[in-house]
């Protein structure tokens, strides 16, 4: 079967004169067949596929009458909604899989190579249309903006420059003689590229980490779902001119094809091929990555929320967004795509002999493979009174936003200095009558970031009029008329309080996989491997909920509860579900926001022995360097060693910063290309290893 798609005129790299004759695939657009004669679906049953009925589905995602196809019918999806057991006929729709499009696979006598992937065991077979070559690739030609950016002498080797098309900008970037041109912010949260690390082949953003193939625009590291848009570069006469559409150059990001399910007829309402237990980052990049790999049978994604998935970082550092504001996608890309949410719906247990997910209200799924990514559950208070009214645990946006609403102009309580406790007191200081902390340990941050750098923080905090107590936690919560009045301390304080945060940690939401057969160890986190794979075959595990090999740390079991790990383990995990044999090796990466200003953290300092810190603490200009001794290869099979060569050894295992950008992008990069960075190396000031002339 041939299938019509739409070419795209684009180029890799340009370092000869005029464009190239080069067509490809349109990754922003793709073209369908038209179903005609649809009928509407029957009525979803009570299980909540939220802001995804059936009357929301556009007409090509509709049930439509037989329609001949060379194609077998294989099982399928139901197509965003979750619909009644009724066998189905539809006209298929196929989108060509982003990876198998880009590889131009073409047989000796130029026809273009079947792309083969497997569904249930059963190889399906696709062709790529034969593309005839385009005079004017773009489909739109008053969309199409073209202009000079600079002269080819103006960018050495290695450097980036923002350029103006009239109507937009662009990254221009010169890496090993050929120059590229990508959208020039971070789809993530705008951050501009120019100020970010480019490496080998890559741009990495300045603030969050992702990661961008300077050649295609493909996202590769994390946070953010989407990608570059890339445009087109010729050189002529010395200039270098750049292409491209200008939504393109407006939207600055680029959602990758994506497959969709090309069959409903043989699934019921009860069995999906792969089910998604958990909306957070991990499930649904999960769920993208398996559509943009080419799996067109059913996806399903189950959540205890009432909400699609949403950003939930922002939950600690923009507590008055409203769902919707924070949503990751909108619904009408989950209908588009054929991927199924079921929003507060909650797995009970898993019956792993029968593949079969048992929900709370008696509900059975049965499933093929199995993700579960349901991350972890806030620590409630175990004090008296912890039952009276406005305690809260920030775990969805209604929370957040009502802490908001009650908290202004009043006094709050946070129990907790962790990352949320911290964030959330930051947010509510300029809104609240008062804000104090109360904390076990003597600094916050001390586990995390060192006592120098606690120590920062929390006078940044007190000039913002945030209130410490530390080395003390709550004994008491004080009621009048059914409401907290007051937060008594073991210390003897007691606090007025209006509304309290509890944010003192979370445990792996993990409780449903006891009894199950799945390897969980002693503080209920999921064991896996480097595919995300458990002890169980076709189950994989992803997020907060699990520990696994950080190769960054010599393989040791970690777990990493960062947005931006939660993202990377739902790509593995969907591309070790098709078979690809993919281990996971990327650099932990996190940030936090307090009072306008952030700390980037990258690697995994647990355990840290030193920190080594640049900058000044006092100014909060600075990046810490934390230090672990006991390197594998110096002391990699030696019993002992002298105090210098244990000096020799300490190796850097993690980068803090604030005002010191994009130096913790930089680390990362030093990192996840597997060279070691000594402590000496931090020590001096010189910075000579972050360009490849160090260690």
């Given at each position: 079967?041939?299938?019509?798609?739409?070419?795209?005129?684009?180029?890799?790299?340009?370092?000869?004169?005029?464009?190239?004759?080069?067509?490809r695939v349109d990754r922003q657009t793709q073209d369908t067949r038209t179903a005609t004669g649809c009928e509407r679906r029957p009525e979803p049953r009570k299980a909540r596929a939220r802001g995804l009925s059936c009357e929301d589905v556009p007409a090509p995602l509709l049930t439509c009458p037989p329609s001949p196809s060379p194609l077998p019918v294989p099982v399928g999806a139901m197509g965003g909604c979750f619909s009644k057991p009724k066998p189905v006929e539809v006209k298929i729709e196929v989108v060509i899989p982003e990876k198998e499009r880009s590889k131009e696979e073409m047989s000796p006598n130029g026809k273009a190579s079947p792309l083969i992937y497997k569904v249930n065991g059963t190889a399906r077979h696709y062709h790529l249309?034969?593309?005839?070559?385009?005079?004017?690739?773009?489909?739109?030609?008053?969309?199409?903006?073209?202009?000079?950016?600079?002269?080819?002498?103006?960018?050495?080797?290695?450097?980036?420059?923002?350029?103006?098309?009239?109507?937009?900008?662009?990254?221009?970037?010169?890496?090993?003689?050929?120059?590229?041109?990508?959208?020039?912010?971070?789809?993530?949260?705008?951050?501009?590229?120019?100020?970010?690390?480019?490496?080998?082949?890559?741009?990495?953003?300045?603030?969050?980490?992702?990661?961008?193939?300077?050649?295609?625009?493909?996202?590769?590291?994390?946070?953010?779902?989407?990608?570059?848009?890339?445009?087109?570069?010729?050189?002529?006469?010395?200039?270098?001119?750049?292409?491209?559409?200008?939504?393109?150059?407006?939207?600055?990001?680029?959602?990758?094809?994506?497959?969709?399910?090309?069959?409903?007829?043989?699934?019921?309402?009860?069995?999906?091929?792969?089910?998604?237990?958990?909306?957070?980052?991990?499930?649904?990049?999960?769920?993208?990555?398996?559509?943009?790999?080419?799996?067109?049978?059913?996806?399903?994604?189950?959540?205890?929320?009432?909400?699609?998935?949403?950003?939930?970082?922002?939950?600690?550092?923009?507590?008055?967004?409203?769902?919707?504001?924070?949503?990751?996608?909108?619904?009408?890309?989950?209908?588009?795509?054929?991927?199924?949410?079921?929003?507060?719906?909650?797995?009970?247990?898993?019956?792993?002999?029968?593949?079969?997910?048992?929900?709370?209200?008696?509900?059975?799924?049965?499933?093929?493979?199995?993700?579960?990514?349901?991350?972890?559950?806030?620590?409630?208070?175990?004090?008296?009174?912890?039952?009276?009214?406005?305690?809260?645990?920030?775990?969805?946006?209604?929370?957040?936003?009502?802490?908001?609403?009650?908290?202004?102009?009043?006094?709050?309580?946070?129990?907790?200095?962790?990352?949320?406790?911290?964030?959330?007191?930051?947010?509510?200081?300029?809104?609240?009558?008062?804000?104090?902390?109360?904390?076990?340990?003597?600094?916050?941050?001390?586990?995390?970031?060192?006592?120098?750098?606690?120590?920062?923080?929390?006078?940044?905090?007190?000039?913002?009029?945030?209130?410490?107590?530390?080395?003390?936690?709550?004994?008491?919560?004080?009621?009048?008329?059914?409401?907290?009045?007051?937060?008594?301390?073991?210390?003897?304080?007691?606090?007025?309080?209006?509304?309290?945060?509890?944010?003192?940690?979370?445990?792996?939401?993990?409780?449903?996989?006891?009894?199950?057969?799945?390897?969980?160890?002693?503080?209920?986190?999921?064991?896996?491997?480097?595919?995300?794979?458990?002890?169980?075959?076709?189950?994989?595990?992803?997020?907060?909920?699990?520990?696994?090999?950080?190769?960054?740390?010599?393989?040791?079991?970690?777990?990493?509860?960062?947005?931006?790990?939660?993202?990377?383990?739902?790509?593995?995990?969907?591309?070790?579900?098709?078979?690809?044999?993919?281990?996971?090796?990327?650099?932990?990466?996190?940030?936090?926001?307090?009072?306008?200003?952030?700390?980037?953290?990258?690697?995994?300092?647990?355990?840290?022995?030193?920190?080594?810190?640049?900058?000044?603490?006092?100014?909060?200009?600075?990046?810490?360097?934390?230090?672990?001794?006991?390197?594998?290869?110096?002391?990699?099979?030696?019993?002992?060693?002298?105090?210098?060569?244990?000096?020799?050894?300490?190796?850097?295992?993690?980068?803090?910063?604030?005002?010191?950008?994009?130096?913790?992008?930089?680390?990362?990069?030093?990192?996840?290309?597997?060279?070691?960075?000594?402590?000496?190396?931090?020590?001096?000031?010189?910075?000579?290893?972050?360009?490849?002339?160090?260690?």
């Open positions: 079967m041939r299938l019509p798609l739409s070419p795209l005129w684009i180029q890799p790299a340009a370092k000869l004169s005029g464009y190239p004759r080069d067509t249309e034969e593309h005839p070559i385009a005079s004017n690739p773009y489909h739109n030609p008053k969309d199409v903006v073209e202009a000079s950016v600079c002269h080819v002498k103006d960018l050495e080797n290695g450097q980036m420059r923002e350029v103006d098309l009239g109507c937009g900008k662009a990254l221009l970037i010169k890496e090993s003689g050929e120059f590229h041109a990508v959208g020039h912010k971070c789809p993530h949260y705008g951050a501009p590229l120019v100020k970010g690390v480019l490496s080998k082949g890559r741009v990495r953003c300045p603030w969050h980490g992702a990661c961008f193939n300077i050649s295609t625009g493909d996202i590769e590291d994390f946070p953010g779902l989407d990608s570059l848009p890339r445009f087109q570069v010729k050189i002529e006469k010395e200039k270098v001119y750049i292409r491209a559409s200008k939504q393109a150059l407006q939207t600055q990001r680029r959602t990758k094809m994506m497959a969709k399910c090309i069959s409903l007829s043989n699934y019921n309402l009860s069995s999906t091929n792969v089910l998604i237990i958990g909306a957070g980052a991990a499930g649904l990049v999960c769920a993208e990555t398996l559509r943009q790999e080419g799996f067109s049978d059913r996806i399903v994604m189950c959540t205890m929320d009432r909400h699609l998935p949403y950003d939930r970082p922002k939950l600690s550092k923009s507590m008055d967004s409203h769902p919707e504001q924070i949503a990751l996608r909108p619904k009408e890309f989950f209908c588009t795509y054929d991927i199924e949410v079921l929003t507060e719906m909650q797995v009970a247990a898993v019956d792993i002999k029968n593949k079969t997910a048992v929900f709370k209200d008696g509900f059975k799924m049965e499933y093929n493979k199995l993700l579960i990514a349901t991350g972890n559950t806030p620590k409630a208070l175990s004090c008296k009174g912890k039952e009276v009214e406005n305690v809260f645990n920030i775990r969805t946006p209604e929370d957040a936003n009502r802490v908001v609403k009650l908290a202004t102009s009043k006094n709050v309580v946070i129990v907790g200095a962790s990352f949320l406790g911290m964030e959330v007191a930051a947010y509510l200081a300029e809104r609240a009558h008062s804000v104090s902390l109360v904390e076990l340990e003597e600094v916050p941050f001390k586990k995390f970031f060192g006592e120098r750098v606690g120590r920062a923080v929390m006078k940044m905090f007190e000039s913002n009029r945030v209130k410490f107590y530390m080395q003390t936690e709550v004994s008491e919560l004080r009621e009048q008329e059914g409401k907290l009045k007051e937060v008594v301390l073991k210390s003897g304080k007691v606090l007025r309080a209006d509304v309290c945060v509890v944010g003192i940690g979370a445990v792996p939401a993990t409780g449903f996989l006891k009894q199950s057969g799945i390897n969980i160890d002693s503080k209920g986190f999921i064991v896996v491997n480097k595919m995300m794979q458990t002890n169980i075959p076709g189950v994989f595990a992803a997020g907060d909920a699990v520990t696994f090999p950080l190769a960054l740390r010599n393989n040791k079991k970690v777990n990493v509860p960062h947005w931006q790990m939660a993202h990377m383990h739902g790509r593995i995990a969907a591309l070790n579900m098709l078979a690809h044999g993919m281990e996971i090796s990327t650099v932990p990466y996190l940030w936090t926001a307090m009072f306008g200003k952030s700390i980037r953290y990258a690697g995994h300092g647990e355990g840290f022995d030193d920190v080594v810190i640049q900058g000044d603490l006092d100014e909060l200009k600075f990046v810490a360097f934390y230090t672990k001794r006991g390197s594998r290869r110096w002391l990699l099979g030696t019993r002992t060693a002298s105090h210098a060569e244990s000096r020799r050894s300490d190796e850097v295992v993690a980068v803090a910063s604030m005002n010191y950008d994009p130096i913790v992008s930089k680390v990362a990069e030093v990192l996840a290309a597997g060279r070691t960075i000594r402590k000496r190396d931090v020590e001096t000031g010189d910075m000579s290893w972050l360009t490849g002339k160090g260690s």
